[in-house]
């Protein structure tokens, strides 16, 4: 009897616990939650123009500056709203972005693609990266939920991107479509991922074939030492601009992953789990993170494909603590995110919305 007993407690104590896990877990997702509705509602109410259908760069535009915000920011929006769409799929948050963005939409020869500013209002360059970003969105939001609109933007994208290729300096992207002086990992870790996606959708061997020709060529001139990626090369110089930033650790820490899914070659895991290491110790200094949001959105993209293959916490670990702690010190009196003063960002909040959602989707 006294034996029943105690495996009764035991049994009751287990349940207990089991019990108490489970509610950290629901309670870490809604507290990601509420955060993610914090920032929309502070999006809608502080960068949106909904006369226009367009955003603001930043809460407080000033008389010197333009109107609406630069493509780039909506690069991060964009992908924030993917993410928020896995969360919450039966709301759609991608619509009114994409609105915004067809408005950047310039169709010059040699093929369309979408200028660094609202075209409506001037002519401005084109950046491969900044297409790049809206197609790797895309591309998610395709693999999703199937919706053909989105894979054809992402292939829209892809023939863009392929007019800044050349053999110069042995091959690789350009940055900048009207000045190409320099090829930049920026531009050539998303070429990648978006190569390597479109042939897991097409199966289309000149995808894989691209994917592979850039990979190689940004391991062989742009890879540092420990495994981190320097920022660009320049034409014709060929001088290395050795600047190393979170978001082209985290396209190239990707890009492994799913070399890694496509082919089974355990090279790639390898390499994906070097550049993570050298990322978290070169990155992660004072139980902090550098201070640009998006880039560090960027290579937790990469983080969470490593983690859904080996399984791996420490890949995530420091996200959560680096994404509390910006909530905790980085966040003003009405809920924008930024370090210092009134003057809040877009892409910061976006950056964030990405970060909390893809945390939420983890639980």
């Known amino acids: 009897m006294l034996i029943r007993m105690i495996n009764i407690k035991i049994?009751?104590?287990?349940?207990?616990?089991?019990?108490?896990?489970?509610?950290?877990?629901?309670?870490?997702?809604?507290?990601?939650?509420?955060?993610?509705?914090?920032?929309?509602?502070?999006?809608?109410?502080?960068?949106?123009?909904?006369?226009?259908?367009?955003?603001?760069?930043?809460?407080?535009?000033?008389?010197?500056?333009?109107?609406?915000?630069?493509?780039w920011p909506l690069c991060a929006l964009i992908q924030a709203a993917n993410e928020e769409e896995v969360l919450f799929p039966a709301k759609d948050f991608m619509t009114p972005v994409m609105k915004a963005i067809h408005?950047?939409?310039?169709?010059?020869?040699?093929?369309?693609?979408?200028q660094a500013y609202v075209t409506k209002e001037e002519k401005d360059s084109r950046f491969y990266d900044d297409n790049q970003w809206i197609a790797i969105a895309c591309l998610d939001a395709y693999n999703r939920n199937h919706d053909q609109k989105y894979l054809d933007i992402a292939k829209m994208i892809y023939r863009f991107m392929m007019t800044g290729y050349d053999t110069l300096s042995g091959g690789g992207l350009y940055w900048r479509e009207d000045q190409k002086t320099s090829k930049n990992t920026c531009s050539n870790g998303p070429g990648i991922i978006i190569a390597l996606q479109l042939y897991k959708i097409t199966h289309h061997q000149n995808y894989l074939d691209t994917a592979l020709a850039l990979y190689s060529w940004v391991n062989k001139h742009?890879?540092?030492?420990?495994?981190?990626?320097?920022?660009?090369?320049r034409i014709l110089s060929l001088k290395i601009d050795s600047a190393i930033y979170t978001y082209n650790t985290g396209t190239m820490l990707q890009s492994n992953v799913l070399l890694f899914e496509i082919t089974n070659d355990k090279k790639y895991l390898d390499e994906?789990?070097?550049?993570?290491?050298?990322?978290?110790?070169?990155?992660?200094?004072?139980?902090?993170?550098?201070?640009?949001?998006?880039?560090?959105?960027?290579?937790?993209?990469?983080?969470?494909?490593?983690?859904?293959?080996?399984?791996?916490?420490?890949?995530?670990?420091?996200f959560i603590d680096d994404a509390n702690r910006v909530w905790k010190e980085e966040r003003d009196e009405e809920g924008l995110i930024g370090k210092k003063g009134k003057r809040k960002s877009l892409i910061d909040q976006a950056a964030m919305i990405e970060i909390y959602s893809r945390l939420a989707a983890l639980n």
């Open 11 to 71: 049994f009751f104590i287990s349940c207990l616990a089991i019990h108490a896990v489970n509610f950290v877990k629901a309670q870490s997702k809604a507290t990601y939650e509420e955060r993610i509705e914090t920032l929309n509602k502070n999006v809608d109410q502080y960068f949106y123009d909904t006369a226009n259908s367009l955003y603001y760069e930043t809460n407080q535009v000033r008389s010197n500056e333009k109107k609406h915000s630069y493509l």
């Open 103 to 114: 408005q950047y939409y310039s169709d010059i020869p040699p093929v369309p693609g979408y």
């Open 222 to 233: 742009l890879q540092a030492p420990r495994g981190l990626y320097y920022d660009n090369i």
């Open 272 to 318: 994906a789990e070097r550049i993570a290491s050298a990322a978290k110790q070169h990155f992660y200094k004072n139980l902090k993170l550098p201070g640009n949001y998006w880039f560090n959105a960027v290579l937790l993209r990469g983080e969470i494909a490593l983690y859904h293959v080996d399984k791996n916490k420490d890949h995530i670990q420091f």
